[in-house]
């Protein structure tokens, strides 16, 4: 087979006019970055009245560290519905800087399964998470600007302060740092900190509006910090909206580009689904319902952290529909891990640790029942994967009542996809759809976090210190506690213990702080060591990653 490079030099690809045309979209609706980028205004589109497409939301069984091709299933189930006559779109998140040069690599799927331009994408795309990131940093720098003119007695308490600065890099040293040193002329010296991109409120925020004024009202909602007597102070209070929303201003526009076999995909946003709520941007979603007929999307992680979101946030905010049914991704190397097999033995055949690992399969199987939504299993076929193996899945997932299907999308495209999805079409067409949310938003918070801890983690218990119990009583105290919550944990775990592998038992799940995120409208909720600043891995992708002297660039996968 050739390497993913090689795969998408040989396809072909498209002027971006084509695509756009495929989903009914003139030139002037397109707002050109080169030959195959574009940016699409939405208003223009859905000004012209929303038909609904059916949605597709794509979740996965916990992974192990080099993920599981949630991605590449998602793109490759658009290509099949496609070779099916249906008319399908894919709407994916943004690959961040920080994983493509950590521990990931690349984020635009694999092997026949890809959206291109891989490499532009991956990389500085059209700028959206760049803009992201200033705008983020104009606002710390409004923030230390009003503490540097106004000293200890103006609208900000320095010790106070909740907004720290972000970048889209991998950089553990930046988690803790000072500012402000030096005297009077450099500022308010005072302790800060750096988050990953993906991890910041505006990210969530740019996610999650509906449009240019929806996102100028989030923006000015943003808590920044308390004054002198303790009172919450936001974005609003130093005037700095406007200016944040003029630099998001273009990145709004949901971006276009293709897949190998020519499927229109909109890629816009990117928060991380362990730190933040893990989904695509509303607009793009919206935008390519109201173009096709099936979207596909996907949601980070598993279904205990990116699906969950999914439903309990994204949904809730009304503007896209509980999902007509998910794709829930294992594969063969997933269940072997969690069957207790070390990474070094993981492509050897292990029937027993298949059967063992099932259990966190299980888990997740249950979780999407208990939000009603129709799901097929989808065993992502690796090449070390054997016939008595994936058999073994197929029987166990069989026993507990669930639709499965074998995808080989990687190895074969959109062929490879077409008894996923022609098993997703039964799953539409025959099984009910009973969509719950999980909780009400009138119970208190300390209450919607018991129900995701226990119902979809698994867990017996939460246990807190009684100063962030306090902290979650202030913030309902503030009139922020009929708001959903947005659970910061590892991915490797149904637990907040990465270690924890299979379907964890009797666990007490550790609540180690919790902040307010009022203007992307939910409380986040941070368990066991859970960082929003990620560090780099032993040896980082960015190691193998080189461009040659005819600009060609290698390592980037």
């Not at 998602?74 to 690959?95: Q, Y």
């Not at 509980?322 to 072997?336: F, H, Q, S």
């Not at 539409?428 to 208190?444: A, C, M, R, S, W």
């Not at 939460?462 to 979650?472: C, F, H, T, V, W």
Request: proline residues 4%; negative net charge.
């Amino acid at each position: 087979m050739l390497d993913e490079k090689e795969i998408a030099e040989n396809a072909g690809i498209k002027p971006i006019e084509e695509i756009a045309e495929k989903l009914g979209l003139d030139l002037d609706s397109l707002e050109k970055f080169g030959k195959y980028k574009a940016k699409i205004s939405p208003e223009r589109v859905l000004a012209e009245g929303e038909k609904r497409g059916k949605l597709i939301m794509a979740t996965a069984m916990s992974p192990t560290p080099a993920g599981e091709g949630k991605t590449t299933t998602s793109i490759g189930l658009a290509d099949a519905m496609n070779r099916l006559g249906k008319k399908t779109t894919v709407a994916l998140r943004e690959p961040s800087l920080g994983p493509v040069f950590g521990m990931k690599g690349g984020a635009t799927g694999g092997g026949y399964a890809q959206v291109v331009p891989s490499e532009e994408i991956n990389l500085h795309f059209t700028g959206d998470i760049h803009a992201i990131t200033a705008a983020h940093n104009l606002l710390a720098a409004m923030v230390d600007n009003r503490l540097h003119f106004d000293g200890s007695c103006g609208l900000l308490d320095c010790r106070r302060i909740t907004w720290k600065r972000v970048m889209d890099m991998d950089d553990r040293v930046l988690r803790e740092i000072v500012v402000g040193i030096g005297g009077p002329l450099r500022g308010i010296a005072r302790e800060t900190g750096f988050d990953i991109t993906a991890a910041s409120e505006i990210m969530a925020i740019f996610c999650l509006s509906e449009g240019l004024s929806d996102l100028k009202e989030r923006l000015g909602n943003i808590l920044i910090g308390y004054s002198p007597d303790r009172q919450p102070v936001f974005a609003r209070s130093i005037n700095a909206q406007g200016a944040m929303a003029a630099l998001l201003k273009d990145a709004l526009k949901p971006n276009l580009v293709q897949t190998l076999e020519g499927t229109p995909a909109l890629i816009h946003g990117g928060p991380f689904a362990n730190i933040a709520h893990g989904t695509n941007s509303i607009l793009a979603t919206r935008l390519a319902l109201s173009l096709s007929d099936f979207v596909i999307t996907e949601s980070g992680f598993g279904s205990d952290l990116g699906a969950e979101k999914f439903f309990d946030i994204v949904v809730r905010t009304g503007h896209v529909p509980p999902p007509d049914a998910c794709v829930l991704v294992a594969t063969i190397r997933a269940l072997k891990f969690h069957g207790g097999v070390k990474l070094e033995d993981i492509d050897q055949e292990n029937l027993e640790a298949v059967e063992k690992g099932f259990e966190n399969l299980e888990k997740h199987m249950e979780n999407m029942r208990t939000f009603g939504v129709p799901f097929v299993v989808a065993v992502n076929r690796f090449p070390s994967d054997t016939p008595a193996e994936i058999e073994k899945v197929k029987i166990l997932c069989q026993d507990k009542k669930a639709r499965v299907a074998l995808s080989e999308v990687y190895s074969r495209g959109g062929e490879g996809g077409e008894e996923l999805a022609n098993e997703i079409l039964k799953a539409i067409d025959e099984d009910k759809n009973t969509f719950q949310f999980l909780y009400e938003l009138d119970v208190p918070l300390i209450d919607k976090i018991e129900a995701v801890a226990k119902k979809i983690y698994g867990a017996s218990n939460i246990a807190m210190e009684g100063k962030i119990r306090r902290k979650i009583r202030r913030i309902e105290k503030r009139g922020f506690g009929n708001l959903p919550v947005c659970i910061a944990k590892t991915q490797y775990s149904l637990s907040d213990d990465d270690e924890a592998l299979g379907r964890p038992r009797d666990f007490t799940l550790i609540v180690t702080d919790a902040s307010l995120s009022a203007g992307a409208g939910f409380v986040v909720v941070y368990c066991g060591d859970i960082m929003t600043m990620p560090g780099l891995p032993k040896t980082p992708s960015a190691e193998k990653i080189d461009i040659a002297e005819d600009n060609k660039i290698t390592g980037l996968s």
